[in-house]
């Protein structure tokens, strides 16, 4: 079984910053069907990334996806205030535990 | 627009049995794989049940194999969980979902509903 592995936890940082998140797997997987998902407070995820790299219908082009093997990674260029969350990555049926991204 | 509408929550005795249903529209249901995804109160999403389009593959996650059953009408675009044998775990909101492709990710999620097993 896959263990998706994502840190930091927790990442306290401004508006304007640039954001790095990473998703680890226990062992190699296909980028095909890694995905990142963004949750606020009482929402339901929505979807960000999928096949590692490819945005969702109307994600903006500041949240981008990029790796492979078992290293991947989501970042936001510049943090706009509606971007404080949790983010999820997933491969298949197995979540990571999730990045929360606070206001510094 | 994509619309998925979940129901049948509620507050049930450990032992007690809940079927969840989602109601989707604005798509052709039949032509997607979906799942059931919940989330305990306070932590991270766990994966719990897939359909695919035709009914043909189902899995579960082991946390509720063999106590959980997931359905589907394509007639009635609907999604089920049939939910016995609760306990404290399962206490969750429960989000229906739907795959982008047959082997996901889920590119679409209802609002959910909550699940509170307790005495």
């Known amino acids: 079984e896959i263990v998706l592995t994502q840190s930091p936890g927790t990442l306290s940082l401004s508006p304007g910053e640039r954001a790095t998140l990473s998703c680890r797997a226990s062992?190699?997987?296909?980028?095909?069907?890694l995905a990142w998902y963004q949750q606020k407070p009482g929402q339901a995820p929505r979807l960000l990334i999928y096949?590692?790299?490819s945005r969702a219908t109307g994600i903006p082009d500041r949240f981008s996806g990029s790796g492979s093997g078992t290293d991947f990674t989501l970042t936001i260029s510049r943090l706009e205030p509606e971007d404080f969350a949790v983010y999820y990555c997933q491969q298949y049926e197995t979540f990571g535990q999730g990045t929360k991204v606070e206001i510094k | 627009e994509v619309q998925l509408v979940e129901s049948g929550g509620g507050l049930v005795k450990p032992g007690g049995s809940l079927r969840l249903s989602c109601a989707a529209s604005g798509f052709t249901f039949s032509s997607y794989s979906m799942n059931w995804v919940r989330q305990a109160p306070g932590k991270g999403l766990e994966w719990v049940s897939s359909?695919?389009?035709?009914?043909?593959?189902?899995y579960y996650a082991d946390s509720v194999k063999g106590r959980f059953t997931i359905s589907r009408d394509n007639a009635k675009n609907s999604l089920y969980l049939q939910m016995n044998s609760l306990r404290a775990e399962d206490t969750a909101v429960y989000y229906c979902?739907?795959?982008?492709?047959?082997?996901?990710?889920?590119?679409?999620w209802g609002q959910g509903t909550l699940v509170t097993v307790s005495s």
């Open positions: 359909i695919s389009s035709s009914s043909s593959y189902i």
């Open positions: 062992q190699s997987v296909s980028s095909s069907y």
């Open positions: 979902a739907r795959d982008l492709t047959s082997n996901g990710p889920v590119d679409y």
């Open positions: 096949g590692a790299s």
